[in-house]
């Protein structure tokens, strides 16, 4: 008897033990991935899905979200390959597949409308896009882990700037090309005013839509005018057009890139012996990241990790930290932990300054641009003097 009243309370604890060890088992966290995976700039987005997924495999290796028992997240991708589908996409990721965050998107204009969505229905957003007006809305659940486009623009031109003239070769006058989109046009302001602030002349100040065929209005304009550098500001199609379309006319001048089009694998293939020398500002460079997560993006992926796909990692890294300090997967909660972001570890780590710390508005304060140049099959860091891995070989 008293056998079996054992054998009895054994089974109960374990059938108890069992059910406390079902009800503490952890779900996935899904987090929403906003891309434009086809169309114009799917080769952008292909570089940030695979940082975005290189990431999540990294934190769910290390032990997922400890805080909530080991959980694992989950990234749930959205195409967006046009800005009139990210509101749509956006909707979709929170009401149907219920994500606790979203992490994206490439374009600025996208990002724009996405995060009318987020905003209305309260899911944090955290984002690479460039445009001011991200951060400038008075928004709350939008997040940018890199610099203003603004910045952007005026680091591009006071860096070389800066470098020319410590070399004896201030330019005296400029020409900016920038599409019309809110990257674009952001960027070409910041551009713009720093040049002004120098006194330096601009000799082309021009704005061309998205997806040009046919660059040699805008390259007539460059030889016509002779500017001392040009600050091509555009995606990569609209770059190879440029910066081939130059070089092909013999017009061999300093071009600095906007990022985008210009700081990815693709370009280089694309132009060949063009590229070699090319300078662009960047969010990141995979000669300043974490050495284990660059080895391991080049062995799996074949390509060195360009800036988008690194400042894409960091922002699921940033996300990732914090669903762990709101040890939940309540997007409200990981709203409010991001805004208490304070991190310089990890995957976070691999951006200028080493550091994430979000702002009021929710702007990252502690990371800068830099400025990278095409070297062979790489991209080297050559400015701020600080932080440059090799020293920029200028045009005599």
């Not at 290390?62 to 805080?67: D, F, L, R």
């Not at 990257?183 to 040049?195: E, H, M």
Request: aromatic letters at 8%; charged letters at 20%; a neutral charge.
């Amino acid at each position: 008897m008293k056998a079996r009243i054992f054998a009895k309370a054994a089974l109960c604890v374990s059938l108890l033990a069992v059910s406390v060890g079902s009800a503490l088992a952890a779900d996935n966290v899904k987090i929403g991935m906003i891309q434009p995976l086809s169309g114009p700039n799917s080769v952008f987005g292909v570089n940030c899905q695979r940082g975005m997924q290189l990431a999540v495999d990294m934190i769910n290796e290390a032990g997922g979200i400890k805080s909530l028992g080991g959980a694992k997240l989950e990234l749930v991708p959205a195409d967006i390959p046009t800005p009139n589908t990210a509101a749509q996409a956006t909707q979709r990721l929170i009401s149907r597949e219920k994500v606790s965050g979203i992490v994206g998107h490439f374009v600025s204009s996208s990002t724009l409308a996405a995060s009318e969505v987020t905003e209305r229905m309260k899911v944090p957003l955290v984002t690479f896009a460039f445009a001011d007006q991200i951060t400038e809305r008075g928004y709350k659940y939008s997040f940018q882990v890199t610099p203003k486009g603004t910045v952007f623009g005026a680091d591009q031109f006071n860096y070389i700037y800066d470098m020319m003239k410590d070399h004896g070769k201030a330019p005296k006058k400029i020409a900016i090309l920038y599409e019309d989109t809110a990257y674009g046009t952001t960027q070409a302001k910041g551009l713009r005013a720093a040049a002004q602030a120098k006194g330096v002349e601009i000799v082309v100040d021009e704005a061309y839509p998205l997806g040009i065929t046919d660059a040699n209005p805008l390259i007539n304009k460059i030889r016509a005018t002779s500017p001392d550098i040009v600050f091509p500001v555009s995606y990569f199609n609209d770059a190879l057009l440029l910066i081939r379309g130059m070089r092909q006319q013999g017009i061999n001048i300093p071009a600095v890139g906007g990022a985008a089009g210009y700081v990815i694998n693709d370009f280089r293939k694309g132009l060949g012996e063009y590229c070699e020398g090319i300078l662009s500002v960047a969010s990141s460079n995979q000669d300043l990241a974490p050495k284990d997560f660059v080895d391991r993006f080049e062995k799996q992926y074949g390509v060195m990790p360009t800036h988008d796909a690194i400042s894409h990692a960091v922002a699921v890294d940033v996300m990732a930290k914090a669903i762990e300090k709101a040890g939940s997967a309540d997007p409200k909660k990981i709203r409010d932990a991001l805004a208490e972001t304070n991190t310089c570890d990890g995957i976070a780590s691999a951006i200028p300054g080493k550091c994430v710390v979000f702002d009021k508005n929710g702007l990252n304060t502690k990371t800068f641009p830099i400025l990278v140049q095409w070297r062979g099959e790489r991209l080297v860091t050559v400015y701020p003097k600080d932080v440059a891995t090799s020293e920029p070989v200028l045009p005599q």
